[in-house]
């Protein structure tokens, strides 16, 4: 069964840089891409962006292009986030998902709670 | 970018209730479009894909239609554990926009 297992919650001050890893499971890793979500307190999901784990090709947002940056990790299983120039708007829980061939997210990390704050 | 826009943005109905959310595309989607519940304080559930498609292990009594702009969820029974958040997604094209989400609540 597939399962993927995030970092763990952090605080930062604005302008640092946030790095989550997503640690994957019971599945061929490189089957499959992996996307990253965003939820901020009482908001709906927004989604990133993803990288495709067989090759490393990534596809952002164009709301985070410039400070984002999705990579992967082959021989751990694992996808990071890196965010940098953090702001308070930047207070969220953020998901890693996987993505199916029918551009579904079908299996979701528990999520990892990020607060920036001076 | 494509927007979505989900109604109501709550919803009180009780056990037993067939209830229905609308999502509404801001251009054309086909049917690109997936289902989420969601509980607090968890990651979002996929329970429906291709605007009618049940997810492996989803009940029947959840079901989705629509096609182009105009989406609707269904549940044929609300039952206790169905009054959650419920999200709408198009992922006819990046960026792969959520709706502001749907409150069912317990009347």
């Known amino acids: 069964q597939a399962q993927l297992v995030q970092s763990g919650a952090e605080v930062k001050k604005p302008g640092a840089s946030l790095k989550i890893s997503c640690k994957t499971s019971?599945?061929?890793?490189?089957?499959?891409?992996i996307h990253w979500v965003r939820q901020a307190p009482g908001q709906a999901p927004e989604w990133m962006g993803g990288?495709?784990?067989?090759?490393?090709?990534?596809k952002y947002s164009q709301k985070f292009q410039g400070r984002v940056t999705m990579t992967r990790d082959t021989t751990a299983n694992t996808a990071y986030l890196e965010l940098s120039s953090l702001r308070s708007e930047d207070t969220a829980l953020y998901y890693c998902?996987?993505?199916?061939?029918?551009?579904?997210?079908?299996?979701w990390g528990q999520g990892t709670m990020i607060t920036v704050s001076s | 970018d494509i927007q979505m826009t989900q109604s109501p943005s709550s919803l009180s109905a009780s056990v037993g209730d067939r209830v229905t959310i609308t999502c509404r595309a801001s251009?054309?989607?086909?049917?690109?479009l997936s289902w989420y519940q969601q509980k607090p304080g968890k990651a979002p559930k996929l329970l429906l894909f291709?605007?009618?498609r049940l997810e492996s292990g989803v009940p029947s009594r959840f079901s989705g239609s629509g096609s182009g702009t105009d989406f609707t969820l269904t549940i044929s029974s609300l039952q206790p554990e169905d009054f959650s958040t419920y999200y709408c997604?198009?992922?006819?094209?990046?960026?792969?926009?959520f709706g502001q989400g749907t409150k069912l609540e317990i009347k």
């Open positions: 997604q198009q992922y006819k094209s990046p960026p792969y926009t």
């Open positions: 251009q054309g989607i086909g049917n690109s």
């Open positions: 291709a605007a009618s």
């Open positions: 019971g599945y061929i890793f490189t089957s499959y891409a």
């Open positions: 990288i495709t784990t067989l090759n490393g090709n990534t």
């Open positions: 998902a996987r993505l199916t061939m029918v551009l579904t997210f079908d299996t």
